[in-house]
């Protein structure tokens, strides 16, 4: 059974930073696709960033690119999104995914998925 974790999440002013965590534990990290994933009340949840197992795989949305960054640290079994410049329009809450997904902006091929953290952007 593989467990995500996430943490990091809060209520940050436009323009702030934020780093959300990701913990996977229950099975070989490493060989993962890892996602970021958001979701607005009552709207689908949609693709903010993935990294493939090998480093330097990674994939944004255009919403984001430039201000937010992924990274994972297979040692310690840990994904990151790193979030600078924050708008007010980045209020959602952010999910972890992992799997082997053959479009990695795609939810279909995420198999796990953690609770959801909480990322608030006051203007």
């Known amino acids: 059974q593989v467990q995500l974790v996430e943490s990091g999440g809060g209520l940050v002013q436009a323009g702030g930073s934020l780093r959300l965590s990701c913990t996977v534990s229950?099975?070989?990290?490493?060989?993962?696709?890892m996602g970021w994933f958001r979701q607005y009340p009552g709207k689908e949840r949609e693709f903010v960033a993935a990294?493939?197992?090998?480093?330097?795989?990674?994939f944004y949305a255009d919403s984001v690119k430039g201000r937010f960054t992924i990274s994972r640290d297979n040692a310690k079994n840990t994904l990151y999104l790193q979030m600078n410049s924050l708008k007010p329009e980045d209020t959602a809450v952010y999910y972890c995914?992992?799997?082997?997904?053959?479009?990695?902006?795609?939810?279909?091929?995420?198999?796990?998925w953690g609770q959801g953290t909480q990322v608030t952007v006051s203007s």
């Open positions: 229950g099975r070989t990290f490493s060989s993962y696709a």
């Open positions: 990294i493939r197992w090998n480093v330097g795989g990674t």
């Open positions: 995914a992992a799997g082997f997904p053959t479009v990695v902006s795609s939810r279909r091929g995420y198999d796990y």
